[in-house]
């Protein structure tokens, strides 16, 4: 789809996933390397008996595969390269000159990956994945209660940071289409991580209690919701919740409990649905669904995953296995969808691997399979002499606003709900797309009852996930089980060039919007349909949300603490990183239709996706039989490396080290001379002396204080920021994170902006998401054309929900 665009990518591991995508996508990706190569060329783990190689590194061959690989001697030279592409992604290994860079090319596009972002206070500090999660927020929220703080043990930050990056550059150039002209895109790793933690931040912003971190579990209220339960041959997440939307999936399993004589007749008889109330007003108790969780627990761990799992797939139960790396491989919902691409390794000795396979299916052009990453400098030579002729110039579209977002004019139908879909499309309204989000009194957005709430109790309008996740959209409310309605929708899908689902798959053909017959009015629609498990395969069906996805994906056995259960990440972590494929596989579908006036059906599978982030640990299991596990804050390759206590109730600061240099100066500020002179290898060895150390100096010292004074002997640094910290941080008060906008309900509301800045086109946040039916007159009337005749017959009909 993207075949037309040259990238230059100067990124190592702090950014490869940007060009990874993109790459996927069709672009002509050239990464730029040191004489040396990139630093994880060098790192761990290695196909055995390559351990030496430069070309043998698991994390590099993961996430540089369908590029070409060109070595520099001098940084100078990258003023000739860029000349010959359309856009440059940095992360800092290059003394380069963005600025300079757009000045010779005006119409590129250059790409800054940082810790903090290019502007701030923090903007210079030293980071390591370790603390941007610390300053994120998402580590508070992650781990046991008794114990530090914990990350996921496969580094994730700069992985969301590189996928926001490639979402971000399509944006731009998309918009390039239309002025001829290129801009900076900056992206915030600690921004982009704070995606990770639903929300919970804004608590402090309305006065809400702070989030607890709870190892396979979440506070709601009053309840203690357990996700990770023990069964007969490992662990499974099991979504056991009350109200309109989960009660029915509770009461489903509470009757197989029952049928198989572990539940009792009380509990069967609960209305689920009205739990909550009930026990608002009284009726029933917390006890009593601590009783049920009592019973649930003793009843899961008679049974094995599989078991659990076909019951889920027969009864649409909310229950999903928590797999290892060698279960992902295993899973016959991957192998149904011919999901791994097996390559050819390095020597045909070493035979053959699977390695992760695209991260969305399409109709269209399908997204590209690889080789094997590049050797060392393979395509030096060619690439120099193709990049060296400038690109064609690009004139700018008579009459062309320079003001103009660079989605402005592009137009969404979104069916989509819940996080993971309506996370995408938020990104695109930011950036000028008109979104009309369809919703009914009977299907609310599940998120309408989720929490942080402006004022005491819930309530439909009060819900600051869904302010957020739904800014800039209109709110049109349809009952599609009316014909009349159905025939609006027909109207909409003619009006627009984006049609947006997250429907199981038989839902939209159920109501006649299947691909096949949408097309038929609209030939040029380009249709994304989003699911946990993808289209086809055996778990097509299989419904539910980020929890089981990230269970099943194998982010619960990386997570927490190797002699406790499998922590997890916070909640639904599928949710949170999937957006960010989605944005760019629509974006490229876009540029397709642009080229070839052809639309297209996206197969989104989330699980396919947020495999793109686990795929070293997928690719050390398939050629070592290496079984990726928790380690806690420990790390395969830096020492000292972890969050200590400080002074405080449950206060931490993390740290690492991330060569010999950084250690020295540590070691002389905590008063360790003795041990400034170790190696990374000899630190390791002592690593348990070594943290006792640092404890000691961390405690008596206010997390703040700790964190600067460490920063200012260039140590990788942060206090864990939790809800309250967070929202106070002169880095994320800088770049104006959190957002007070209007909400036709409460005057005002507060949203999260985006994790990078378009420096000519930035995002623009006018509304909080809608109220039910907000903007049913401005669709109907406004969009559409309807006159008041129509309209009147359509709420006669009951169509406007």
């Known amino acids: 789809m993207l075949g037309h665009y040259r990238i230059l990518d100067l990124a190592d591991d702090r950014g490869h996933m940007a060009g ?49 690989s060109v070595v520099i001697d001098v940084a100078e030279e990258i003023y000739a390269l860029a000349a010959g ?51 994120s927020g998402a580590m508070s929220l992650t781990g046991d209660r008794d114990r530090p703080p914990v990350r996921i043990s496969e580094p994730q930050t700069w992985l969301n940071a590189g996928a926001d990056a490639a979402g971000a550059a399509l944006l731009a150039l998309h918009e390039r289409n239309r002025s001829g002209r290129g801009q900076h895109v900056d992206v915030s790793a ?16 309305v006065g809400a209690p702070t989030p607890e971190r709870l190892p396979g579990a979440v506070k709601l209220g009053d309840f203690l919701i357990p996700w990770v339960y023990e069964c007969a041959d490992g662990y499974v997440t099991v979504t056991f919740l009350f109200g309109p939307m989960m009660g029915p999936f509770t009461a489903r399993l509470v009757k197989w409990m029952h049928h198989e004589g572990r539940c009792d007749q009380p509990t069967l008889d609960k209305d689920w649905v009205d739990f909550g109330l009930a026990v608002f007003e009284g009726r029933d108790t917390i006890a009593s669904f601590d009783w049920a969780v009592e019973q ?29 790396t060698a279960d992902v491989l295993a899973l016959p919902q991957l192998a149904e969808r011919n999901y791994w691409q097996t390559i050819d390794l390095a020597q045909p000795s070493l035979g053959q691997a699977r390695f992760t396979g695209p991260f969305a299916k399409t109709s269209g052009p399908s997204l590209n399979a690889f080789r094997l990453a590049p050797a060392l400098g393979q395509h030096t030579i060619v690439v120099n002499e193709q990049l060296r002729r400038p690109r064609p110039a690009l004139a700018p579209q008579t009459g062309a606003d320079p003001a103009a977002r660079p989605l402005d004019g592009v137009k969404i139908l979104d069916f989509m709900w819940a996080l993971a879909g309506p996370g995408a499309t938020r990104t695109l309204a930011d950036h000028g797309a008109a979104v009309v989000k369809i919703e ?26 869904f302010h957020s996740l739904n800014a800039n959209k209109l709110g049109l409310t349809l009952d599609l089980s009316l014909p009349e309605a159905r025939d609006v929708v027909f109207d909409l899908v003619r009006w627009c060039d984006v049609l947006t689902e997250s429907f199981s798959p038989r839902a939209m053909a159920k109501w006649g919007f299947s691909y096949q017959e949408l097309k038929k009015i609209n030939p040029d629609l380009v249709m994304f349909s989003s699911c946990l498990m993808g289209q086809t395969g055996p778990m097509r069906m299989y419904a539910g949300f980020g929890t089981m996805a990230a269970a099943i ?24 990183i999937s957006p960010r494929a989605s944005v760019a596989v629509i974006l490229a ?40 596990g928790r380690i806690g804050n420990a790390d395969r390759h830096l020492a000292p490396h972890g969050v200590f206590p400080a002074a405080g109730n449950d206060r931490w600061v993390a740290l690492a080290c991330e060569n010999d240099d950084q250690w020295r100066a540590l070691a002389e500020l905590i008063g360790a001379i003795d041990l400034a002179d170790l190696d990374v290898a000899a630190r390791r060895l002592r690593v348990d002396e070594i943290d006792d150390l640092i404890s000691s100096w961390t405690q008596e010292l206010e997390p703040r204080l700790a964190q600067e004074r460490l920063q200012g002997v260039g140590v990788a640094a942060h206090m864990v920021n939790d809800a309250a910290d967070l929202v106070a941080d002169p880095q994320i008060l800088h770049r104006n994170h959190f957002l007070s906008v209007p ?44 006159d008041t005749d129509r309209i009147a017959d359509l709420v006669i009909a009951g169509a406007i929900a």
Not at 30 to 45: N, T
Not at 190 to 205: E, H, R, V, W, Y
Not at 554 to 574: E, K
């Open 20 to 68: 990874y995508m993109l790459a996927q996508l069709g672009a002509d990706v050239i990464l730029v390397e040191p004489a040396e190569g990139h630093r994880h060329r060098h790192r761990g783990p290695h196909l055995r008996g390559q351990e030496e190689s430069p070309d043998g590194s698991i994390e590099f061959w993961s996430f540089n595969r369908g590029k070409r």
């Open 190 to 205: 600690q921004q982009s991580f704070i995606d990770c933690t639903q929300f919970q931040m804004m608590t402090a912003l």
């Open 743 to 786: 909400h036709i309900t409460h005057g005002s509301t507060w949203v999260e902006a985006a994790s990078f800045t378009l420096s000519r086109t930035p995002a623009r946040v006018e509304w909080g998401g809608p109220m039910f039916g907000q903007h049913n007159m401005e669709v109907l009337e406004g969009l559409l054309g309807y």
């Open 85 to 135: 592409v359309d856009a440059v992604i940095s992360s800092g290994v290059f003394e380069v000159d963005l600025e300079r860079l757009r000045r010779e090319n005006p119409q590129l596009v250059t790409v800054a990956i940082s810790a903090f972002g290019d502007t701030g206070p923090k903007s210079a500090w030293a980071a390591t994945d370790l603390t941007i999660a610390a300053a």
């Open 440 to 465: 009914s009194e009977g299907r609310a957005d599940v998120l309408r009852g989720v929490n942080p709430f402006i004022g005491e109790q819930g309530g439909q309008e009060n819900a600051l996930q």
């Open 296 to 324: 649930l627990s003793a009843f899961v761990r008679t049974k094995t995953k599989a078991e659990l799992l076909d019951q889920a797939l027969t009864d649409n139960l909310l229950i999903a296995p928590i797999t290892t």
């Open 589 to 628: 579908a876009l540029e397709h239709r642009r080229l070839t006036g052809e639309g297209q059906h996206i197969d989104f599978s989330q699980l396919e996706a947020a495999l793109q982030y686990l795929g070293p640990a997928l690719l050390d299991q398939e050629v070592n039989g290496v079984t990726a």
């Open 553 to 576: 994906a194998g982010f619960y056995p990386i997570t927490g603490w190797p002699d406790r259960i499998p922590a997890g990440p916070f909640t639904a972590y599928t949710d949170y």
